[in-house]
């Protein structure tokens, strides 16, 4: 399935303004556990192939996300996603050091992609190799392609700078999708902080423990 997203992107400051196809809807949304109260996404067919997310907005990381998104978080009691981390990530928005992109779908926060411009991967960096890092979409969201959308949002605003993307991956599901769009381990090996683990060394499986790679975009 495509997911059919516009961007018109402002080469100064990133993400200007996206926009959604909208000719129609049925619901296709079955997500157990879901919230009565939070929207599950409607698409459109078009073609066999091709489906639009509606009412899917896409936009730069904004002042207002300050208190929506660590909320948001912690509901879920997801450690590490506290307002001063979003702080940081708006000021480096703004300084060109980081792109950040967030889905929210009829007005409600669904997640969110970043993509480092500068990777403190040193193979990355050497390189000139963009990273996407630190991707979530919130666990009533998955599943309705927002996480794909998202993806090539990022992939888009890399494609302006280089043809090479990179991403870190320590979660299955997040890559079994990496694998489906054309990402293949960089062939470094397991990393642990940004260091590759010489074999027969322990390490603890904790969100330093990934697995790097990388994409041809074309």
Request: glycine content about 10%.
């Given at each position: 399935?495509?997911?059919?997203?516009?961007?018109?992107?402002?080469?100064?400051?990133?993400?200007?303004?996206?926009?959604?196809?909208?000719?129609?809807?049925?619901?296709?949304?079955?997500?157990?556990?879901?919230?009565?109260?939070?929207?599950?996404?409607?698409?459109?067919?078009?073609r066999d192939d091709v489906a639009v997310?509606?009412?899917?907005?896409?936009?730069?990381?904004?002042?207002?996300?300050?208190?929506?998104?660590?909320?948001?978080?912690?509901?879920?009691?997801?450690?590490?996603?506290?307002?001063?981390?979003?702080?940081?990530?708006?000021?480096?928005?703004?300084?060109?050091?980081?792109?950040?992109?967030?889905?929210?779908?009829?007005?409600?926060?669904?997640?969110?992609?970043?993509?480092?411009?500068?990777?403190?991967?040193?193979?990355?960096?050497?390189?000139?190799?963009?990273?996407?890092?630190?991707?979530?979409?919130?666990?009533?969201?998955?599943?309705?392609?927002?996480?794909?959308a998202l993806m090539d949002a990022a992939?888009?605003?890399?494609?302006?700078?280089?043809?090479?993307?990179?991403?870190?991956?320590?979660?299955?599901?997040?890559?079994?999708?990496?694998?489906?769009?054309?990402?293949?381990?960089?062939?470094?090996?397991?990393?642990?902080?940004?260091?590759?683990?010489?074999?027969?060394?322990?390490?603890?499986?904790?969100?330093?423990?990934?697995?790097?790679?990388?994409?041809?975009?074309?």
């Amino acid at each position: 399935m495509i997911i059919i997203i516009g961007l018109i992107i402002d080469g100064r400051k990133g993400i200007h303004q996206i926009w959604s196809m909208s000719v129609g809807f049925r619901q296709v949304c079955h997500v157990i556990g879901i919230r009565t109260s939070r929207p599950c996404a409607r698409h459109v067919g078009l073609r066999d192939d091709v489906a639009v997310i509606v009412d899917l907005k896409l936009r730069a990381l904004a002042q207002r996300d300050l208190r929506t998104i660590p909320a948001a978080f912690a509901e879920l009691g997801w450690p590490g996603k506290d307002e001063a981390k979003f702080r940081r990530y708006l000021s480096e928005q703004a300084a060109g050091e980081r792109a950040v992109v967030v889905a929210e779908l009829t007005g409600w926060f669904a997640g969110y992609i970043t993509v480092v411009w500068n990777s403190d991967y040193r193979p990355f960096r050497d390189a000139g190799i963009p990273e996407i890092k630190d991707f979530n979409v919130l666990p009533a969201y998955r599943r309705q392609g927002i996480g794909s959308a998202l993806m090539d949002a990022a992939e888009r605003l890399v494609a302006r700078r280089t043809t090479i993307v990179g991403l870190y991956s320590d979660y299955g599901t997040a890559q079994r999708m990496y694998a489906k769009r054309g990402y293949v381990p960089d062939g470094r090996g397991i990393m642990y902080a940004g260091e590759p683990v010489p074999p027969g060394r322990a390490v603890r499986i904790d969100d330093d423990a990934c697995l790097m790679y990388t994409r041809e975009l074309t």
